[in-house]
């Protein structure tokens, strides 16, 4: 079946503009995680939504960043003002039941570069 | 804070050899353990996912140990092939899946 899917691949935005960041779970996964990988780091935990319940959003690393999912299915990660820094590859993963013990499923991941 | 460390960060062996990464972490309040591959331009795949009431997994030629107590991970490779060759992440799972930053390994025909 299909797994997680990423849009767009790749993109290219000047400092200062917004960029929005899409994610498509897997059919029938309640949660889902967005990570972050820059050059020369592991993966960084950014957000988590959970079926309804409120999102974890503790790895969040500015207020210019937020994220929302729109009937438990579709995730946008937004960066406002984007900055140099936040040039990475912005991972989504999904999983069934949501438990912290589930395997998680990964996109192929959107890489964003911030000339 | 978790830290998760991996060593080597670069492995090169031949075709047919069998090999360890190894991943250690610092606190052993884990849920699970668990380990992925990485291809270039492409996401994570789950490899073992080990949770902390067991010692090992095993998948194909791939076994993975765990030991809470001394906060380390080994992801064991036997008869090692060039289709092996990816960037192998380990990940403890704490308040938030923590990553190391991986060995990447190229396995020579």
């Known amino acids: 079946g299909a797994g997680v899917s990423q849009s767009p691949s790749n993109k290219v935005t000047e400092k200062g503009k917004d960029v929005e960041l899409r994610c498509d779970p897997i059919s029938g996964h309640t949660a889902l995680y967005w990570y972050r990988q820059s050059l020369g780091q592991g993966l960084e935990f950014l957000i988590y939504?959970?079926?309804?319940?409120?999102?974890?959003k503790s790895g969040l690393p500015s207020d210019r960043f937020s994220a929302e999912r729109t009937g438990g299915s579709v995730s946008t990660l937004t960066i406002q003002r984007t900055q140099q820094e936040d040039s990475a590859v912005y991972l989504c993963a999904s999983s069934l039941a949501g438990a912290r013990t589930d395997t998680q499923y990964f996109g192929p991941g959107t890489r964003l570069t911030v000339l | 804070k978790q830290e998760v460390t991996q060593i080597p960060a670069a492995l090169s062996v031949p075709e047919g050899e069998n090999l360890v990464l190894n991943c250690s972490f610092t606190d052993s309040a884990i849920y699970n353990l668990q380990w992925f591959r990485q291809d270039p331009g492409k996401g994570l795949t789950s490899l073992l996912l080990?949770?902390?009431?067991?010692r090992e997994q095993t998948s194909g030629r791939l076994n993975a140990s765990l030991d809470k107590s001394s906060g380390r991970s080994t992801l064991y490779i036997a008869a090692s092939q060039p289709g092996d060759s990816a960037t192998y992440l380990c990940?403890?799972?704490?308040?938030?899946?923590?990553f190391g930053k991986g060995t990447s390994l190229l396995v020579t025909p």
């Open positions: 080990i949770q902390s009431s067991q």
């Open positions: 939504f959970q079926g309804n319940s409120a999102p974890d």
């Open positions: 990940a403890a799972l704490t308040y938030a899946l923590n």
